[in-house]
């Protein structure tokens, strides 16, 4: 800022030298300037530089100054020219005054607005574009006009030309700088001159008042400014005074307030018009009132907030809107990519052919790679279900395959084994998800599975605490929680689109399954074809393609064939390579049927899984334990077949083999019997591997697992540790009649079983033993046939529970105890019927109803409730001697337990 107090004291002895010039002349002459001989005007000071105007220079002989005479006309504008001298007995001192040009810099509209930092010009620029562009030659303008200095205004974007000028006489100081600012506005027109950042003109105004110079960090440029004044001004008078800086909207007059200035609101339609307004007006003084303009400040700090609060039901749904709006185009497809990166394994350095060839050839070949579970296990049973799946992989996405099997069995490991080759796989275990502890927990597990990120997880808890709150203030939901259905849905439909990027089939959703089976086939007859060229070399074109192609047989076959898609371009049209169809394996479906959130994760999967197969997108794998988990799959995908394996524990020969196949044969030559006791269940098989190999012997082995297995069992069974407060649905004597006939054999008949007194023909207690594990039930022809032990060595574990001659005897007292009391219920039950049927006789035993003897019917009933009698009497007799035979047992093993102590 330039120090007007410098200025002026300079300027009074400039005036002070010229009139003693004057005065002390006998003949006065023209003042002339000269190069040689100069005086040094008067100095500007700046707030960030002092620069001397050296750019005038004053003969030491003065001169009358020329007068400015003004010519009139009636129908020409006003001109001026400098011909007549003026005597020099005027005193014509300097004055001086200001100008603003409106569009020097970009406006600032707050903190946060960059673009002056941008485009800040520096000091020296400024005054020399002043000089040069914006203001006329000095030679060109009147009254001995000279620039006194700029003073930029950051925030106006505009600048202030601080200018002197000597006034004659016969002119007013009005008319003056009204000439002075015609001359600069004549100039900027005729040059044309615009800004280059943002395309618009610059206009020059006169400065009528007193610029209040500030830099006030809350105060910003607005289109509204505030005029108070003490005095009385109408509309019209504040019209004619703003109208000249640009287009107005609107002005109002507020309410007069006692002892308060009266204020008016000018709206101007731009901006930079409200600032020339400010910067030129301010100060002004007009019928003697003095015009304070400040800016209008129309949003205050808390008017946003205020009112976002006050208007909930209309702020929180656009809020929610915005947000669903932003996720959908920026998060949403960011999870689409994460996903589809990890179907398509991107970023899995160990799927990259080249890698797995060179590791192959480099670690590979030095050491000794681990043997595959499935290819060391040997099973001949499993190649029959391996290739059912495999015929079923290469089929079109028409159905769900449906691998059954109890925990254990290795069913995850056969159907990873079989799909280890495809290039697009996802993979759910649901053990993780139906374990989790929450809702939230279950969500999070669910995304990591499948790549969905970011998930924001937290910004749920915050909808809901939001919901809570406006529920509470306005007595309504505004809609800002997700239900956790809704979260599960939105995931596993963006898990669609992604499978649906990576689906080769995705294209033909609308084409049938014939059609798409019969480009598989074509595809698969020309991978064969292409497969018998490179080996048989007959084609030399493919046969240089073969040499050329490093790496892998699958590497070379893809080059050839995309040296074949490159010369026949149809090819594209009629491939569908089954490979590159997506498998989703959905593992440990139905695992737990009550849970938190169970019933609504089983359904959700169904159906979700339903709809890709409809689509024809996908080929779906579920893996499960649970013999009703068709059920919920048949309501999702209806009137189609499924393709079930059942697989089944190893035979004898088969788990040998898998033994022998990690443990060595010489070392361990007799393993028959340990393997006959643990059985087939692949799970106990390594288990029993790998305590061996850790040192133990393998009776000890067989020992340990055995052990814990009749813990399994007594837990599961008979409920003894009851410590979680689940209730069994089934009684402890109903599971140790089926567990006497297991131990005796290795299947029990499932009717048989069914039509035991303790069953009552009830199959409810045969599926809850099941789904436990403890027993699994054999299906043949569509109905149960069998029951056989849960696990191999659950057999063994049964026949060590039946060793136990007190727990046996215990069970065995209970089991006739509860038998007696059904039976005397029966006893009961009969004699009460031959006492109604005594009452129809008379004590000669003739009928009541004349006659003489009993109707043959009456005669026939008695004889039947006679016979069921004897027969529930001799029950009772047995269950009384089997009872009385357990408390001996019992009592005889107390007795040898207190003397052995």
Same mark, same amino acid.
């Given at each position: 800022?330039?120090?007007?107090?410098?200025?002026?004291?300079?300027?009074?002895?400039?005036?002070?030298?010229?009139?003693?010039?004057?005065?002390?002349?006998?003949?006065?002459?023209?003042?002339?300037?000269?190069?040689?001989?100069?005086?040094?005007?008067?100095?500007?000071?700046?707030?960030?530089?002092?620069?001397?105007?050296?750019?005038?220079? $004053?003969?030491?002989?003065?001169? &009358?100054?020329?007068?400015?005479?003004?010519? %009139?006309?009636?129908?020409?504008?006003?001109?001026?020219?400098?011909?007549?001298?003026?005597?020099?007995?005027?005193?014509?001192?300097?004055?001086?005054?200001?100008?603003?040009?409106?569009?020097? =810099?970009?406006?600032?509209?707050?903190?946060?607005?960059?673009?002056?930092?941008?485009?800040?010009?520096?000091?020296?620029?400024?005054?020399?574009?002043?000089?040069?562009?914006?203001? *006329?030659?000095?030679?060109?303008?009147?009254?001995?006009?000279?620039?006194?200095?700029?003073?930029?205004?950051?925030?106006?974007?505009?600048?202030?030309?601080?200018?002197?000028?000597?006034? &004659?006489?016969?002119?007013?100081?009005?008319?003056?700088?009204?000439?002075?600012?015609?001359?600069?506005?004549?100039?900027?027109?005729?040059?044309?001159?615009?800004?280059?950042?943002?395309?618009?003109?610059?206009?020059?105004?006169?400065?009528?008042?007193?610029?209040?110079?500030?830099?006030?960090?809350?105060?910003?440029?607005?289109?509204?400014?505030?005029?108070?004044?003490?005095?009385?001004?109408?509309?019209?008078?504040?019209?004619?005074?703003?109208? %000249?800086?640009? %287009?107005?909207?609107?002005?109002?007059?507020?309410?007069? $307030?006692?002892?308060?200035?009266?204020?008016?609101?000018?709206?101007?339609?731009?901006?930079?018009?409200?600032?020339?307004?400010?910067?030129?007006?301010?100060?002004?003084?007009?019928?003697?009132?003095?015009?304070? $303009?400040?800016?209008?400040?129309?949003?205050?700090?808390?008017?946003?907030?205020?009112?976002?609060?006050?208007?909930?039901?209309?702020?929180?749904?656009?809020?929610?809107?915005?947000?669903?709006?932003?996720?959908?185009?920026?998060?949403?497809?960011?999870?689409?990519?994460?996903?589809?990166?990890?179907?398509?394994?991107?970023?899995?350095?160990?799927?990259?052919?080249?890698?797995?060839?060179?590791?192959?050839?480099?670690?590979?070949?030095?050491?000794?790679?681990?043997?595959?579970?499935?290819?060391?296990?040997?099973?001949?049973?499993?190649?029959?279900?391996?290739?059912?799946?495999?015929?079923?992989?290469?089929?079109?996405?028409?159905?769900?395959?449906?691998?059954?099997?109890?925990?254990?069995?290795?069913?995850?490991?056969?159907?990873? =084994?079989?799909?280890?080759?495809?290039?697009?796989?996802?993979?759910?275990?649901?053990?993780?998800?139906?374990?989790?502890?929450?809702?939230?927990?279950?969500?999070?597990?669910?995304?990591?599975?499948?790549? =969905?990120?970011?998930?924001?997880?937290?910004?749920?808890?915050?909808?809901?605490?939001?919901?809570?709150?406006?529920?509470?203030?306005?007595?309504?939901?505004?809609?800002?929680?997700?239900?956790?259905?809704?979260?599960?849905?939105?995931?596993?439909?963006?898990?669609?689109?992604?499978?649906?990027?990576?689906?080769?089939?995705?294209?033909?959703?609308?084409?049938?399954? #014939?059609?798409?089976? %019969?480009?598989?086939?074509?595809?698969?007859?020309?991978?064969?074809?292409?497969?018998?060229?490179?080996?048989?070399?007959?084609?030399?074109?493919?046969?240089?393609?073969?040499?050329?192609?490093?790496?892998?047989?699958?590497?070379?076959?893809?080059?050839?064939?995309?040296?074949?898609?490159?010369?026949?371009?149809?090819?594209?049209?009629?491939?569908?390579?089954?490979?590159?169809? &997506?498998?989703?394996?959905?593992?440990?479906?139905?695992?737990?049927?009550?849970?938190?959130?169970?019933?609504?994760?089983?359904?959700?999967?169904?159906?979700?899984?339903?709809?890709?197969?409809?689509?024809?997108?996908?080929?779906?794998?579920?893996?499960?334990?649970?013999?009703?988990?068709?059920?919920?799959?048949?309501?999702?995908?209806?009137?189609?077949?499924?393709?079930?394996?059942?697989?089944?524990?190893?035979?004898?020969?088969?788990?040998?083999?898998?033994? =022998?196949?990690?443990?060595?044969?010489?070392?361990? *030559?007799?393993?028959?019997?340990?393997?006959?006791?643990?059985?087939?269940?692949?799970?106990?098989?390594?288990?029993?591997?790998?305590?061996?190999?850790?040192?133990?012997? &393998?009776?000890?082995?067989?020992?340990?697992?055995?052990?814990?297995?009749?813990?399994?069992?007594?837990?599961?069974?008979?409920?003894?540790?009851?410590?979680?407060?689940?209730?069994?649905?089934?009684?402890?004597?109903?599971?140790?009649?089926?567990?006497?006939?297991?131990?005796?054999?290795?299947?029990?008949?499932? #009717?048989?079983?069914?039509?035991? *007194?303790?069953?009552?023909?009830?199959?409810?207690?045969?599926?809850?033993?099941?789904?436990?594990?403890?027993?699994?039930? $054999?299906?043949?022809?569509?109905?149960?046939?069998?029951?056989?032990?849960?696990? *191999?060595?659950?057999?063994?574990?049964?026949?060590?529970?039946?060793?136990?001659?007190?727990?046996?005897?215990?069970?065995?007292?209970?089991?006739?105890?509860?038998?007696?009391?059904?039976?005397?219920?029966?006893?009961?039950?009969?004699?009460?019927?031959?006492?109604?049927?005594?009452?129809?006789?008379?004590?000669?035993?003739?009928?009541?109803?004349?006659?003489?003897?009993?109707?043959?019917?009456?005669?026939?009933?008695?004889?039947?409730?006679?016979?069921?009698?004897?027969?529930?009497?001799?029950?009772?007799?047995?269950?009384?001697?089997?009872?009385?035979?357990?408390?001996?047992?019992?009592?005889?093993?107390?007795?040898?337990?207190?003397?052995?102590?």
């Amino acid at each position: 800022m330039y120090r007007a107090a410098a200025f002026s004291s300079r300027a009074t002895t400039l005036v002070a030298r010229r009139h003693v010039l004057l005065s002390s002349s006998a003949t006065v002459r023209p003042l002339t300037t000269s190069a040689s001989s100069t005086t040094t005007v008067p100095t500007f000071t700046s707030a960030r530089r002092t620069t001397p105007l050296t750019n005038t220079s $004053v003969s030491v002989k003065p001169t &009358p100054f020329l007068r400015t005479q003004k010519v %009139k006309g009636a129908s020409t504008p006003r001109k001026y020219t400098t011909e007549t001298p003026i005597h020099a007995e005027e005193e014509l001192p300097l004055q001086y005054g200001m100008l603003y040009f409106d569009n020097a =810099y970009p406006l600032k509209m707050g903190w946060w607005d960059i673009r002056y930092s941008l485009l800040k010009p520096g000091w020296r620029s400024l005054e020399r574009k002043a000089k040069t562009e914006l203001v *006329p030659p000095e030679k060109n303008m009147p009254f001995h006009f000279k620039i006194g200095g700029i003073e930029p205004r950051l925030k106006d974007g505009g600048m202030f030309v601080h200018f002197s000028y000597v006034r &004659p006489s016969s002119y007013t100081t009005k008319e003056a700088l009204k000439e002075i600012e015609s001359r600069c506005e004549q100039h900027l027109i005729s040059k044309g001159h615009y800004m280059w950042f943002n395309f618009q003109k610059v206009r020059a105004f006169l400065v009528k008042g007193s610029p209040f110079l500030e830099d006030l960090a809350s105060r910003y440029p607005n289109s509204r400014i505030r005029v108070e004044f003490a005095g009385n001004l109408n509309v019209e008078q504040l019209y004619t005074l703003f109208r %000249k800086y640009g %287009k107005i909207m609107d002005i109002s007059l507020l309410t007069p $307030v006692k002892d308060m200035p009266r204020q008016a609101i000018v709206q101007y339609s731009f901006m930079r018009a409200s600032t020339s307004a400010k910067s030129c007006l301010h100060g002004m003084e007009i019928n003697g009132t003095q015009l304070s $303009v400040t800016y209008e400040r129309t949003l205050q700090g808390n008017v946003i907030w205020t009112w976002l609060t006050n208007h909930p039901k209309i702020t929180v749904p656009l809020g929610g809107a915005a947000l669903a709006g932003m996720s959908f185009m920026i998060f949403d497809p960011m999870r689409v990519f994460s996903m589809h990166a990890k179907i398509t394994q991107l970023f899995n350095v160990n799927e990259y052919p080249f890698l797995r060839w060179l590791r192959k050839e480099t670690v590979g070949r030095l050491t000794r790679s681990p043997l595959d579970t499935m290819q060391a296990s040997g099973w001949r049973e499993r190649a029959h279900d391996e290739e059912k799946l495999r015929a079923w992989l290469r089929t079109a996405p028409e159905s769900f395959a449906i691998v059954h099997g109890p925990r254990g069995a290795g069913k995850t490991e056969m159907v990873e =084994y079989v799909i280890k080759d495809k290039k697009h796989k996802v993979v759910i275990r649901c053990e993780e998800l139906a374990n989790a502890r929450s809702e939230g927990e279950l969500l999070t597990n669910l995304a990591k599975q499948i790549g =969905y990120i970011p998930l924001f997880q937290f910004m749920n808890t915050i909808n809901n605490m939001v919901d809570v709150a406006i529920t509470a203030t306005t007595g309504q939901k505004a809609g800002l929680s997700a239900t956790f259905e809704g979260q599960l849905k939105k995931i596993l439909d963006t898990l669609s689109i992604a499978i649906q990027q990576a689906s080769p089939v995705s294209d033909l959703s609308n084409t049938s399954p #014939d059609a798409i089976m %019969k480009r598989i086939e074509a595809t698969l007859e020309e991978k064969t074809r292409l497969s018998e060229l490179i080996k048989t070399g007959s084609c030399a074109q493919t046969n240089s393609l073969a040499l050329s192609a490093s790496g892998s047989p699958n590497r070379r076959l893809t080059k050839v064939k995309r040296h074949r898609r490159e010369m026949n371009s149809d090819d594209n049209n009629t491939e569908c390579d089954p490979d590159e169809i &997506p498998v989703i394996v959905i593992d440990g479906y139905m695992s737990r049927e009550k849970g938190p959130h169970a019933k609504e994760l089983w359904t959700y999967l169904a159906d979700w899984a339903a709809v890709l197969v409809e689509n024809h997108i996908a080929h779906v794998i579920f893996l499960t334990n649970n013999v009703s988990a068709s059920k919920p799959l048949a309501k999702s995908l209806p009137n189609m077949p499924f393709e079930h394996i059942i697989l089944t524990d190893a035979t004898l020969e088969s788990a040998l083999e898998f033994v =022998y196949n990690h443990l060595d044969r010489d070392e361990y *030559p007799d393993l028959i019997k340990s393997v006959q006791t643990i059985g087939g269940r692949l799970t106990d098989l390594e288990l029993f591997v790998q305590k061996i190999k850790s040192g133990q012997k &393998p009776d000890d082995a067989v020992k340990d697992i055995l052990g814990r297995a009749v813990v399994e069992v007594r837990k599961n069974a008979f409920d003894f540790d009851n410590s979680d407060g689940r209730t069994l649905n089934w009684t402890p004597i109903q599971f140790w009649a089926v567990m006497k006939q297991l131990a005796a054999s290795e299947t029990a008949s499932f #009717d048989e079983l069914k039509i035991h *007194p303790l069953f009552k023909n009830d199959e409810g207690p045969f599926s809850a033993m099941e789904q436990a594990e403890l027993i699994n039930i $054999v299906h043949k022809h569509g109905r149960p046939y069998a029951v056989r032990p849960g696990k *191999p060595i659950y057999r063994a574990a049964f026949q060590n529970i039946l060793s136990d001659v007190g727990f046996s005897a215990v069970m065995d007292l209970e089991s006739s105890t509860h038998l007696e009391k059904e039976e005397m219920v029966k006893v009961a039950k009969w004699e009460a019927e031959l006492k109604e049927l005594s009452n129809l006789l008379h004590t000669d035993g003739s009928w009541l109803f004349g006659g003489g003897r009993a109707p043959k019917e009456v005669d026939t009933r008695v004889k039947w409730l006679m016979k069921k009698l004897a027969e529930s009497h001799a029950k009772v007799e047995k269950y009384e001697n089997e009872a009385t035979q357990a408390k001996k047992a019992v009592a005889s093993i107390a007795a040898a337990s207190f003397s052995s102590s």
